[in-house]
């Protein structure tokens, strides 16, 4: 059985004449750059995300980084990050010579809280960077009443979450990525929206920074060759953006598939007392980018995988070592025991295949081979 943790292969094969034509229609026209792909399919999330504007640009990473170039703010001042998480988050913020300041965050949702963030605010603090991990969101509501409270501007990263729905205290429901000021994603092959190299994409409500946001992804200028402010070069290929066109039209129904794995793995194991399967929270669903189970000893996570291994079951460690204790985002007074609900978590956090391509088969296997790690058979 050749068990993947991503079946991007078998994923195209079941989109591929619709692909391949969206692809040679791009080729044709050699639009590669500004094709008309690109507004389309910026208009088409726009819809579906409910935002009223969507500026692709050439990668998350870049997203977040052209996010914080459009807050004017200033070398020192402090953005708020989790610090288990991708290193994308606090690399931008580090590069622009803004002060990271990581928190902890929750020992069951991964995810940071309000009252984690509230702690860490100064007078310098000027915004939040909440990052939806694994594809479940942060608890928005109270974390914008805070930014509202403390004046300060909320990032959204929704690289993991495109689709995510949170439901605020009023019923209000609105998609990750599109309750903060500005929203990121990214369009990696892996996350659930990918495309078929890099990609990633900003959101936003506000008009203002979406002119400046547009302005900065190329070049700083909004006539050609007249620059105002300094930018960077960030284009999403037409290319990307007609697969991206393509597979968005399935984003729900591959959340679904990946919600159908997760429920069943969240069955199967319930009653492991060696493991904990992801908690799930009211007030947002899950899009299981990742399905990230916790094993209550981190001695046990190491063997779970090479046994699954073994089996031919790959599994992944999203992610190894928090931020504070990497060599490039070190900070005096953050040593190791600095953030322990994190750094616990790098030895107990287990990642299990789940994609939209998996079948029973693959599935009983891998629940039978976890299953039988105790067992000793
Ligand atoms: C993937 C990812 C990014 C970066 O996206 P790229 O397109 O690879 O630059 C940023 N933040 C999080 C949480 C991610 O998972």
């Not at 692909?19 to 008309?36: E, L, R, T, W, Y």
């Not at 007609?242 to 159908?260: E, W």
């Not at 999203?318 to 616990?344: C, I, M, R, T, W």
Request: negative net charge; charged residues 20%; hydrophobic residues 40%.
């Amino acid at each position: 059985m050749n068990i993947l943790m991503l079946d991007l292969v078998g994923q195209y094969n079941k989109i591929k004449a619709q692909v391949d034509a969206g692809i040679q229609k791009v080729i044709a026209s050699a639009a590669f750059v500004n094709g008309p792909q690109v507004k389309e399919f910026a208009s088409q999330l726009g819809a579906y995300l409910s935002v009223k504007n969507v500026i692709p640009c050439a990668n998350g990473t870049d997203a977040l980084q052209i996010a914080l170039m459009a807050l004017d703010l200033q070398p020192g001042d402090e953005i708020i990050v989790p610090c288990f998480t991708y290193a994308a988050t606090t690399e931008v913020i580090a590069l622009l010579k803004l002060q990271p300041v990581m928190v902890e965050v929750d020992a069951d949702t991964f995810n940071i809280t309000a009252e984690l963030v509230e702690a860490a605010i100064t007078p310098k603090t000027k915004a939040i960077v909440p990052v939806h991990l694994y594809g479940q969101c942060v608890d928005m509501g109270p974390l914008l009443k805070l930014a509202e409270k403390y004046n300060l501007y909320v990032i959204e990263d929704a690289a993991q979450a495109l689709g995510a729905e949170y439901t605020f205290s009023d019923g209000r429901i609105a998609k990750a990525g599109t309750m903060g000021d500005i929203g990121c994603t990214s369009f990696f092959p892996s996350k659930n929206l990918g495309c078929y190299g890099d990609g990633g994409a900003l959101f936003t409500n506000n008009e203002t920074l979406a002119e400046k946001i547009k302005m900065i992804a190329n070049h700083g200028q909004q006539k050609k060759y007249y620059h105002e402010i300094v930018g960077v070069n960030s284009r999403l290929d037409t290319i990307q953006a007609a697969i991206l066109g393509i597979k968005l039209q399935y984003l729900d129904d591959y959340a679904r598939t990946r919600n159908v794995v997760a429920e069943t793995y969240d069955k199967a194991f319930k009653e492991l007392e060696w493991l904990e399967t992801p908690a799930r929270v009211m007030n947002s669903d899950h899009v299981f980018h990742q399905y990230t189970l916790k094993l209550k000893n981190a001695s046990d996570r190491d063997l779970l995988k090479s046994h699954l291994e073994m089996a031919g079951i790959p599994s992944m460690i999203y992610y190894p070592l928090p931020l504070h204790l990497q060599p490039a985002f070190k900070q005096e007074g953050l040593e190791k025991g600095a953030f322990p609900v994190s750094e616990d978590l790098c030895t107990k956090v287990l990642s299990l295949p789940v994609h939209t391509e998996m079948t029973d088969e693959q599935l009983t296997y891998i629940i039978d081979t976890l299953n039988s790690f105790k067992k000793g058979n």
